[in-house]
Every structure is written in structure tokens, then in C-alpha cells.
């Protein structure tokens, strides 16, 4: 069984300060762990995957994840915040042999000016 | 278009009535996704199809709901007799495949409203 928690449902920064979102997953099979950020009024967007190969993974617009199995933590950072991150971010996790992504229940991000 | 295309956009509808929204996938993905996006909740998987193969409904909520695809591409989601719990944002996403590392291409969603 796979399930994913996502901590803080929102989160505030300032604009330029970093941005640390949270994810926790649990996984009976070695997982596949993926960031998606959602725009108002659009559709979901890849930031960033882990398919086990290095654990520090980098996305796009400046975004990183850190795999750490020790943990089952794959937490999201960027070093600087810009008031475009402001979005809603979600965690998933699937894994060898299934099709599946396991969704968490989101984490919107506010960006301060 | 070269993404993933969905309609309507938005949908209002009245209790009891039947609703059908449609998803176009990207040409070429065998792999196309239903989901569902309640407030404050995560995405709630609905159903899968891969080919053609049969698909998995195990998400589906109630005998109420009833998806199909038609020719490998083209899918619908249909509704009948719809309930106010049935309000959310329906989100269709397709990939090359059944394979989990795949990345998931994501529509822009149809929000349905039941009054």
C-alpha cells in the first residue's frame, strides 16, 4: 500500500526567502515520487520526479527535491522565492508495478511581496 | 492543441440530472487518467485506461459514474442522476503508458457544479 502526507496545508514566505514544502510517503514497493504544481484555473504540471536514480533531483523553475529513504521524506525547496511560485503544490507517489499515483492533499504556497 | 484538452470548462448542472465530460488525450499516450478534485482534498482517482485493455473503475465513487474510450483516444466521464456531493473539479490526464515513472499530462479540468 502506498499513501503520501503532504504537512501544512498552506504555507506562507517572503518574497526571496526559501521555500521548504513538505512531503512524507509510504511505499511497500521502492517508489516512483513526483512534484506537481497547479496555476489557478489550470491543470497540473511536473516540477520534478524521483525514479531512483540520484536522490537530489532538480526540476524546473528552480525547484529541488531531496530523496531521503531513511526519512521516506521528499521534501521541495527552492532557495528563493518568487511571487510566480505562489501556486498549489502536490506530492505523489506510485512505484514499480503499478500504474497508479497516489496523490497528496496539497500544500498552497503565498508568496509575500 | 498539444496537450491534454477537456470539456466543457465549467459545468452547471441541477440535482438528478445526467452530465458528460469529455477529455481528449495527447495524440500517441496509450494511457489516460480520470480524476477527481474536491476542495481541500487531493486528487481522488476515478479510473484508468492502457490500450486496449480493460480498464480499472476501481476508483469510480458509485454505479453512478461510468466512463469510456473510444478508438484508444477520446474519453468521456459520465454522471447520471448527480448529486450536490458530486461538485468538484474532474481532471483527465494522459501518458505513453501504463508505466508509473511516466509523467502524467493533466487537462485544465472541468469544474462541475450541482445545485
Known amino acids: 500500500a502506498q499513501s503520501v502526507t503532504q504537512l501544512g496545508s498552506h504555507v506562507s514566505v517572503s518574497e526571496g526567502a526559501l521555500v521548504l514544502l513538505r512531503c512524507n510517503y509510504s511505499?511497500?514497493?521502492?517508489?516512483?515520487l513526483f512534484w506537481y504544481v497547479q496555476y489557478p484555473n489550470q491543470g497540473l504540471q511536473l516540477l520534478l520526479k524521483?525514479?531512483?536514480?540520484?536522490?537530489l533531483v532538480k526540476g524546473i523553475n528552480g525547484f529541488e527535491a531531496e530523496f531521503k529513504k531513511s526519512e521516506t521524506s521528499f521534501h521541495l525547496t527552492k532557495p528563493s522565492a518568487h511571487m510566480s511560485d505562489a501556486a498549489e503544490y502536490f506530492c505523489?507517489?506510485?512505484?514499480?508495478?503499478?500504474?497508479?499515483?497516489?496523490f497528496g492533499t496539497g500544500t498552497r504556497l503565498k508568496v509575500l511581496a | 492543441g498539444a496537450g491534454v484538452s477537456q470539456s466543457p470548462s465549467n459545468k452547471v448542472t441541477e440535482k438528478g440530472k445526467d452530465v458528460e465530460l469529455r477529455c481528449d488525450p495527447i495524440?500517441?499516450?496509450?494511457?489516460l487518467y480520470w480524476y477527481r478534485q474536491s476542495l481541500g482534498q487531493g486528487l481522488e482517482f476515478l479510473i484508468y485506461?492502457?490500450?486496449?485493455?480493460?480498464?480499472?473503475k476501481s476508483g469510480l465513487p458509485s454505479d453512478r459514474f461510468s466512463a469510456e474510450r473510444t478508438g484508444g483516444s477520446v474519453s468521456t466521464l459520465t454522471i447520471q442522476r448527480t448529486q450536490q456531493e458530486d461538485s468538484a473539479v474532474y481532471l483527465c490526464?494522459?501518458?505513453?503508458?501504463?508505466?508509473?515513472?511516466?509523467?502524467?499530462?493533466f487537462g485544465p479540468g472541468t469544474r462541475l457544479t450541482v445545485l
Open positions: 511505499s511497500s514497493v521502492p517508489p516512483y
Open positions: 524521483y525514479t531512483s536514480a540520484a536522490t
Open positions: 490526464a494522459s501518458s505513453l503508458g501504463g508505466v508509473s515513472y511516466n509523467e502524467q499530462f
Open positions: 485506461f492502457q490500450g486496449n485493455s480493460a480498464p480499472d
Open positions: 495524440s500517441g499516450h496509450t494511457a
Open positions: 505523489a507517489v506510485s512505484g514499480s508495478g503499478t500504474y497508479k499515483y497516489i
